[in-house]
C-alpha cells in the first residue's frame, strides 16, 4: 500500500480552530510554569479581514505565532520550549497551519537537546503514524529527527512492518533508509 496521508475532514470553524489548551495564552503560561526563558509573549494580532466564519481568527493568529516563537526558543536552547514543541508534535493536532508548525517545530528539534522520555514519547508518535499509515505532508521531516532518536525495538518493528510493504514504493525505500541510519549510528556509537 502506498503511503496516503488520512486528512480529517472538519467544517471550517472547526479546521481553523485553536486547539484546546494551545492558546497563545496557555501556551505562554505552560512555557512559564515549566521555566521557560525566552519570551512567547504573544503579540496582538492585526486586524484583518476574513470569512464570516472564522469569527475567533485574531486568536488563531496569536496562536500560531506563539507557536512559530517557540521555534526560537528550541533554537536559544530553551529547554521548556523544546518540551512544548514535542507536545505539540505529539499532539497531532489537524487544523490549519498545523502540518506546518509541526515540520518547523522538528526541524528545529532535530539540533535541539532532547531529553530520553522525549525521545521515547517522538519514537512512539512516529512508529504510531507508521503503523496507522497517516503520512502528512510533515512525516518527511520527521523522518530526519526520528532517524537521530529511534530505538532498537522500534527498528525491529519497522523491519517487521516493511516486510508487509511492498519493496517498490517510496514508503518500503525510508524504511530501509531509517534501518541503514540507525545501524550506522550504533557503529559509530
Request: charged residues 20%; contains cysteine; positive net charge.
Amino acid at each position: 500500500m502506498a503511503p496516503v496521508h488520512k486528512p480529517v475532514n472538519s467544517p471550517g470553524p472547526a479546521y481553523h480552530a485553536v486547539p484546546p489548551g494551545w492558546s497563545a495564552e496557555e501556551i505562554a503560561a505552560r512555557h512559564r510554569a515549566l521555566g521557560g526563558v525566552f519570551p512567547l509573549e504573544p503579540q496582538p494580532a492585526a486586524a484583518q479581514a476574513h470569512p464570516p466564519y472564522l469569527t475567533d481568527r485574531p486568536r488563531w493568529l496569536r496562536y500560531i505565532a506563539t507557536l512559530r516563537a517557540l521555534v526560537g526558543g528550541i533554537r536559544a536552547g530553551d529547554a521548556a520550549a523544546v518540551h512544548l514543541a514535542v507536545e505539540y508534535i505529539c499532539l497531532n493536532y489537524h487544523g490549519s497551519y498545523a502540518g506546518f508548525l509541526r515540520a518547523r517545530l522538528a526541524r528545529a528539534l532535530k539540533s535541539a537537546a532532547l531529553t530520553e522520555a522525549q525521545k521515547q514519547a517522538l519514537d512512539a508518535h512516529f512508529l504510531a503514524l507508521v503503523e496507522t499509515r497517516n503520512y502528512a505532508e510533515e512525516f518527511r521531516i520527521y523522518r530526519k529527527l526520528w532517524a537521530g532518536l529511534i530505538s532498537e525495538e522500534t527498528v525491529e518493528k519497522l523491519r517487521r512492518h516493511a516486510r508487509t510493504t511492498a519493496p517498490d514504493t517510496p514508503h518500503a525505500r525510508w524504511l530501509a533508509d531509517l534501518d541503514a541510519t540507525a545501524r550506522t549510528r550504533r557503529l559509530n556509537a
